[in-house]
């Protein structure tokens, strides 16, 4: 959906002045055609043309209270914030731990590759991505970050993961963030 509903909504456009179209037309023809029908004939048409019309306008007064777009602001911004959390985190199990709400888990997990690190069984660049993916969930979630760790956030800050940090408030609620987190998830697993 990379047009973000816009096509979509030009094309619901469209089918409706169809629609609308087609059934004036419909009347039209019937008033010409009014003649050459008997009474009863041309009452059932007119009356289920009129239905029509009528279902026709209910459908319009829905979709007008939607302000006729397929994807409203609020969906906007859950879109935003769906492609800020995809593309700042990279790591599926820090995604994971940040939708659960399990901040000690990530802490355990950054500890774990603090050792790796040391030992050389994780490169430095991947130790690097998945502390920064970390302590920005951990500040998220509203965990208290060290002088060094806020130190190690300020010299490897990355456009995605400020992005990240910056989208996501515009939305107000902590659980809405992790409700689209998990919904990340979800989709990645």
């Known amino acids: ?39 009863e004939e041309y009452e059932e048409t007119k009356k289920e ?3 029509q019309l009528h279902e026709f306008n209910d459908s319009l007064k829905k979709i007008m209270t939607g302000d006729m777009t397929l994807v409203d602001e609020l969906s906007g911004m859950q879109l935003a914030i769906q492609a800020a959390i995809s593309q700042a985190f990279k790591t599926p199990e820090v995604i994971r731990l940040f939708a659960k709400k399990q901040p000690g888990q990530l802490r355990t997990r950054l500890a774990e590759m603090d050792r790796d690190v040391i030992v050389g069984k994780l490169p430095r660049d991947v130790y690097t991505q998945q502390k920064m993916e970390i302590l920005t ?32 408030p515009t939305l107000g609620s902590e659980d809405k963030i992790m ?6 998830v979800k989709t990645k697993a």
């Open 137 to 168: 969930a951990l500040r998220k979630l509203g965990e208290k970050l060290t002088a060094d760790d806020e130190a190690f956030l300020s010299e490897n800050a990355t456009a995605t993961l400020s992005q990240f940090e910056k989208v996501t």
């Open 49 to 51: 043309t009129l239905e």
């Open 179 to 184: 409700a689209l987190a998990s919904s990340g």
């Open 1 to 39: 959906m990379a047009s973000r509903g816009k096509s979509e909504t030009g094309k619901l456009r469209q089918n409706l002045e169809e629609q609308l179209d087609r059934l004036m037309q419909q009347l039209q023809d019937l008033e010409e055609c009014r003649e050459e029908l008997d009474e």
